[in-house]
């Protein structure tokens, strides 16, 4: 089975612009989570998403917004972006939305903000 | 909320044994996770515990006391390979707001000859 997927794996923005990234989980898994990366804050939760709605949210300003489509691929988007947005964006995903399940993560994406 | 607390770094010797400790204080609890994760790269899976006691998985094992709060990866006959930042991750449960997953800021462990 392959991973889970993320493109781009690497950008670069400047302030103010907006970044959208995409996330295909493993097949079969219908729960898409996001995590952004940084050296001093480590993972964070941004949201987690499952048969297209989102069941939680991370505590992010309203700039980072997602969604999810009917075939478990999801997006997340950062407007306005900002230096501090410099970060790893990773996705995980799990099969369902249970306590159990263990999620898996994609290689990440790299946005860099000048 | 959610706290997790691991030691920053750690430093062992190739072929030694090292055990990473993790403390949580959970407003929900449903389960506590160990991923690996080497520079660069992204976490990968190494153990889940939701009962208390331990799991042993090959070279890697965890621990587990929910009355603690506390948990402990143990590896064993230390590898070059097994260099890399180790990351505790509780999930909470619905009861508490959600099933995400909390990460702590990750151990990183330095294997030298």
């Known amino acids: 089975k392959a991973g889970v997927t993320q493109t781009p794996r690497y950008l670069i923005k400047t302030r103010g612009q907006q970044v959208t990234l995409s996330c295909s989980p493993i097949?079969?898994?219908?729960?898409v989570s996001w995590y952004q990366q940084t050296p001093g804050q480590g993972l964070q939760f941004l949201f987690e998403?499952?048969?297209?709605?989102?069941?939680n949210k991370g505590n992010f300003p309203g700039r980072f917004s997602g969604r999810q489509f009917s075939n478990s691929r999801s997006e997340m988007n950062v407007s306005t972006l900002e230096l501090g947005d410099s970060a790893l964006y990773l996705c995980a995903s799990r099969p369902g939305y249970s306590g159990t399940d263990t999620q898996y993560f994609g290689p990440g994406t790299r946005l860099t903000v000048l | 909320g959610q706290n997790i607390d691991q030691p920053t770094e750690m430093t062992a010797t190739e072929g030694a044994i090292v055990q990473i400790n993790c403390t949580y204080q959970t407003s929900g609890f449903n389960g506590l996770f160990w991923y690996q994760q080497h520079a660069g790269e992204a976490p990968t899976f190494l153990s889940y515990n939701v009962l208390d006691g331990l799991e042993e998985k090959g070279r890697f094992s965890s621990f587990l006391s929910r009355s603690k709060g506390y948990s402990y990866l143990l590896l064993k006959e230390l590898q070059m390979k097994d260099s890399a930042s180790y990351l505790c991750?509780?999930?909470?449960?619905?009861?508490?707001?959600?099933?995400?997953?909390?990460f702590g800021k990750g151990t990183k462990l330095s294997v030298i000859p």
């Open positions: 991750a509780v999930r909470g449960s619905p009861g508490a707001g959600s099933y995400q997953l909390t």
């Open positions: 097949s079969g898994h219908r729960s």
């Open positions: 998403y499952f048969s297209e709605t989102q069941r």
